[in-house]
């Protein structure tokens, strides 16, 4: 991001390529969900050992696993785009996937058969749920909130809420399926020759590290957005789906016969909640009429996430694609990194925070916001160097606060309950914390100034109080050193170079300007 | 107005002459209708009611984990006057205010499978989960050697029964094998958030002897990431917690090595047992440890013809 200022003149077109590039970036709907998934990416990496966050087969894992959800979301996005909304798709999806796995286990329906009840059941709800909301004008959040708890209702009593036996193996063709382990297998027998043969070695060679989760679920779930992504760029339904989301009257008036496109895409919101229950069956250990409890919350979230309009007429599929795997990728990193429960809580409301944040400077296209963004980062990252020393500040602190209490509470002759008890210290603890205060006092007073500094420089806009800031911040890291806190050190010079680059935004936006892309 | 007058006339008579012939009602306040180890509770909750002869109301959550509709049911039992009511909280603090106000107003309140903290209770009917934890964890450390890696799958920490069986599992087996690296997988009580926790740390770290779970829900996902990184039964442990009859069928086939299993049923039925007592006035113990049973394939025919699985 941050392009050299005293480039000389023979550089100046690929800077201006660079701007161009840039700008066409930031462009799309889904660069917001992208850019989160690089930054969380790159943290993930930088706390977790053994095997890279980046590795393909973890992120092959990843894309397997969001591929349910992302076949539901994909549906939704359609919806969304028309300006409606689907609660009902998590219940669809339990419902479908419980049913489907109940005709296939108890009633004897051949696997096929049983998928395409599934589909059919999918295309049914979806043909209720549409007439009610385009011919009877009712509105689509009190259909399909109604239709939520329908579906569950449904699903429930149809299969007495019980589990069925393993599923036959037709369903792993959507989830567990690997197109390569024929292959692995026939040459694990010996029973392949020449080249072949060569094949299948670097397979089996391959196997852990690449091969084993190139699995059906991420297959189908790309197929599935090229298809549909296509459709709705491609096509007139495509473009009477953004008519319809952008100005209901104005596309009636031109002709369009909104309610019939309004019931197709109710359709394929459903029908897409249906093969979401197949890909979900093909990882699951058995059919359940529970699955898919808060989808909704979750597929409604990926589409926001991924710059898709809750009024309609505006996103994109590769947006909602992008914001899947965000969600996913902030589950599957968060546990690669053993983080405590309670802050991956915390921590999944900040990421998402920080991709409609991004989302939202990038709509406004205005250098003054995006200026404030990389001011932030700078002081988030004097932030994150200031909790160093100040998390073990606070927490001797409060150990010794909760202690001073507990004793308090005892004196006055109340009994401790076993949580409390833990909190008394003993005189060897005391010590310890006492010791730990001393310690980090000076640097948490020095880094808290630091931290105030930064964060002013997102409200005063100058020059020069940025440049002393950022120039602070490099400076702060020799008594980083001296401290021996040297794991805050990448964010001093992340943060310096966040307010560095601030400097350059306005000359950036002014030669896009000129470039006449922006 | 007329026809209004009338309808509520026969309404009333209609409720006294329910009232007159109704037996005490107990409310029961179930955790889930459809997880599978819950659904035996319930069925321990329904045959107690009817050996007692007490009308049961028993009443789940709209989802698992869902506190205030528990605290709206509550409210609503006691409103209705109902004479005891047992309860298994999703939430052992956010259900304490209600727990005090029915107690205050002398309904008995019987806390079952979680714990109330906060507030007290006529009587605790559950499984000693830290005890029983502790005995999963020393089962399972004898199962990999020293220094093996393996995964635990928790349940929600945000409760008393996720964190016991946390720290139970965890102090017995560290302290049989001090150099294994524990790595967890958090969930709430979810089996989908078991699977994909299981899939992306196995597939991080190929080196993970064992999976050993909080609830057998967890123990069913763990399995399905196995076969889905395509491993066969027994190439990596498992380890369950719950004796859910697919965890058992699952150890019949050499997936599961190891399974502790709780008196399931016998909870569901001591508790609204105790409940029932507590209406009619009688004294009931405080806590009522209704024990455990571990399932290994040498005993698992024994826990199949207790629970009755065939």
Redesign the interface.
Known sequence: MATPENSTNEKLPLQDKLISVMVRFFRTEWSGAFLAILILGISIELVTSGRPFFHPTNLMTILNNSAAIGVVAGGMTLVILTAGIDLSVGSVMGMTAALTGYVASFWGFPPSLAILTGLGLGVAVGLFNGTLVAYFGMPAFIVTLAGLSIWRGTGHLATNAQATPKLPELFDYFGRFNPFSGLRDAYKAKELDGFAATVGGFIDDNWINFFRTFQMSMIIFIIFFILLSFIVSNTKYGRYVYAIGSNAAGARQAGINTPQYTLMTYIVCSASAALGALLFLGRAPYAKSDYGQMWELDAIAAVVIGGTSLFGGRGSLWGTFMGVILLKLINNGLTLAQLDTFWQMVVTGLIILIAVGLDIVRQSRDPEAVRKLFASIGAAMAFFTLLTPASVFLRAKIALLEHEAMTQLLRAGEKLAMGQNNRLLTPNEIEKFQEAISITLVPSLLFSALCLMTILVIFKNTRAFTVIAATIMLVAIIPLFLLDYQVSVPFLILGALALFSSLSIQTVFERAKALNVA | MNYKLIASAALCALMTTTSAMAQDVIGYITKS????GW?MINQGATDAAAEEGVKLVAVGPA??GDLSSQLEVFENLVAQGAKAIGIAPVDSAGIAPAVNDAMSAGIPVVAIDTGVSGAAVTSFVATDNYAVAKVQGAVAATLVNDGDTIIYV?GN??QSTGQERRNGFMEAFAAARPNSKV????TEWN???A???V???I????DVKMVANAWDGGT??A??AL????YSAGDVKLVGFDGAG?AIAAMDEGWVHADTAQMLYQMGYQGIKAAAAAARGEDVSSRIDTGFFLVTPETSGVYKKMVGIN
């Open positions: 209708a459809t997880n599978a659904m989802f698992q928790t920490q945000a790595l967890e997988v958090p089996s989908q958030q699977q994909e926790g899939e992306a740390v597939n991080a770290n190929a069913m996902g399995k399905a076969e889905n990184l395509g697919d």
